[in-house]
């Protein structure tokens, strides 16, 4: 019997009709038994659904029919069959929540103006040839790089996506604007829209990973300058790259080495905590410190 798997995508590209989109994508996962959540704007798409491998197969080789999806690099992991509750399928004003939808433009082939896109060879190559200069900038949620980052990368203080613009506006990073900043995410999207903001900005030279942490974690597993685990926006919550993968994560609790996230035991909040096993064991250690005011942005994808 086949493992069940998860794939990752996303894809900026004019959609005239997102609603028409949305029924579509719909029907599709429906009639294919898949589960998760897929996003539709009128910039394009951005999906993580789960399920068998064939039923997988299917759901991409009708997704690509679609014009504007031709060019769409999915991206798998191994599930666990249980990793999305439902099947949700939106129509949002943005693929990523930063809270401006006029903040990138898009076209045919993707977004105008963002960061070059490197391969993860070319990552490795551009520190080989650069060194102490290159600027890993992490552009995901901070509690998300509690858990696994680039080596010596900057963790943006933001607790949401929404948060990015005025981060970046505020002049704490004037001092990287002419060095070399490799931007990174999971799947590749939030990088998108982030390395764009900092080229409107005045950075100089802004790059972003082609294929997020995802496909780096794939080429080079634990051996290279990714450390840690993944944060996955799904029931598993962590992945590994490899058996190799170091634990950099701590107990909120008592500090121990852990990458295991728990929800808040509150039955009205959506936000996570950072718990070893046994202080996760207790519901007292799972009640969040976190200011209501900065939920967990859990509906980004990638």
Known sequence: MELPKVILYYCFTPIADPEAVKLWQYDLCESLGLKGRILVSKHGINGTIGGDIDSLKKYIKKTKKY????????????????????????????????GDPTVIDVNEKGVINGGKHLAPYEVDKLVEERGDEVVFFDGRNA????????????????????????????????????????????????????SAVMVQRGF???????????????????????EGSLFTFDDRLAIDFSKKAKVIGECENCGAATKQFYNCSTASCHQLVLLCQPCGGDPLNRVCVHEPSKAFDLETIG
């Not at 996506?161 to 999207?189: L, N, W």
């Open 143 to 194: 509690f998300e790089a509690k858990i696994g980052k680039f080596k010596n990368a900057i963790i943006p203080d933001v607790q949401s996506s929404r948060d990015f613009v005025a981060e970046i506006e505020s002049g704490k990073y004037d001092h990287i604007k002419d060095k070399p900043i490799v931007t990174y995410c999971t799947g590749g999207i939030r990088c998108e829209i982030i």
């Open 67 to 98: 014009p504007g999806f031709k060019k769409i690099d999915f991206k798998w992991s191994i599930g666990t069959g249980n990793d999305f509750p439902r099947l949700q399928v939106r129509v949002k004003d943005e693929l990523v929540a930063f």
């Open 204 to 226: 100089k030279e802004v790059y972003q990973i082609d294929g997020g942490i995802v496909k780096y974690g794939e080429k080079f597993g634990d051996s290279s300058l990714w």
